[in-house]
Nanobody, 114 residues
Framework: QVQLVESGGGLVQPGGSLRLSCTAS????????MGWYRQTPGQQRELVAS???????NYADAVKGRFTISRDNAKNTVYLEMNSLKPDDTAVYFC????????WGQGTQVTVSS
């Protein structure tokens, strides 16, 4: 059984920064994709950023230049560094892992407000 445990959400003022972390445990293929999605009430979950175990990355247009995704393969951990945060970034952020199927974390709230 694969589990994803997230940390790092919270309340931050506009223009501030947060760092999210997610560690995966269990039977995980060495070749996989980890990422972050976000969801607001009444909206579909949307991709924020993803990173392949080989290092290639993908970002949503809305976060390009502000967010950086990285990973430590030895620790099965993915990070999301979020800078220049805006109120529109407010959402529940979910960690994801694709390793023969999708796995999801429980979600962590990020609130950007003054």
């Amino acid at each position: 059984q694969v589990q994803l445990v997230e940390s790092g959400g919270g309340l931050v003022q506009p223009g501030g920064s947060l760092r999210l972390s997610c560690t995966a445990s269990g039977r995980i293929l060495s070749i996989n994709v980890m990422g972050w999605y976000r969801q607001t009430p009444g909206q579909q979950r949307e991709l924020v950023a993803s990173i392949h175990s080989g290092g290639s990355t993908n970002y949503a247009d809305a976060v390009k230049g502000r967010f950086t995704i990285s990973r430590d393969n030895a620790k099965n951990t993915v990070y999301l560094e979020m800078n220049s945060l805006k109120p529109d970034d407010t959402a529940v952020y979910f960690c994801s892992l694709y390793s023969s199927r999708w796995y999801w974390g429980q979600g962590t709230q990020v609130t950007v407000s003054s």
